[in-house]
């Protein structure tokens, strides 16, 4: 006979609590700006996705290519032109775009910018 979920629900509520620090300030101590290139750290890998953090300085920027998966982009500083199929896409702190898989896409950093990729495998 397995545990009581009443029981189990007690004990998790009694479990101590983590605090958790705000994303952006492990970004931040995790991938800092270095001139005139780009910085980037990988901080989850898994068989089915990675997140990645990128820092790029103005004007850096990544040529284009195609994935083999979708990409979820997300600004977390700065400004970027995002092309996807050669149509550009602006975008500043806290927006997102996904690239689709497949979908020829290139970026060039407006500012200094940071952003965080996620890669979906499965």
Do not use: W
Not at 46 to 52: A, E, H, I, S
Not at 57 to 68: F, I, K
């Amino acid at each position: 006979m397995k545990g009581c979920p009443k029981c189990a629900a007690k004990k998790a509520a009694a479990a101590p609590h983590v605090k958790a620090k705000p994303l952006i300030e492990t970004i931040n101590k995790t991938v800092t700006y270095q001139k005139d290139t780009v910085v980037s750290r990988e901080i989850i890998r898994r068989k089915n996705g990675t997140v990645t953090v990128f820092a790029f300085d103005a004007g850096q920027g990544l040529s284009q290519h195609t994935a083999p998966f979708d990409a979820l982009v997300q600004v977390l500083d700065g400004a970027v032109e995002i092309r996807i199929d050669g149509k550009p896409h602006r975008l500043r702190a806290g927006q997102m775009i996904v690239m689709p898989e497949g979908r020829p896409h290139a970026l060039k950093a407006l500012t200094r910018f940071k952003m965080m990729l996620t890669m979906i495998k499965s």
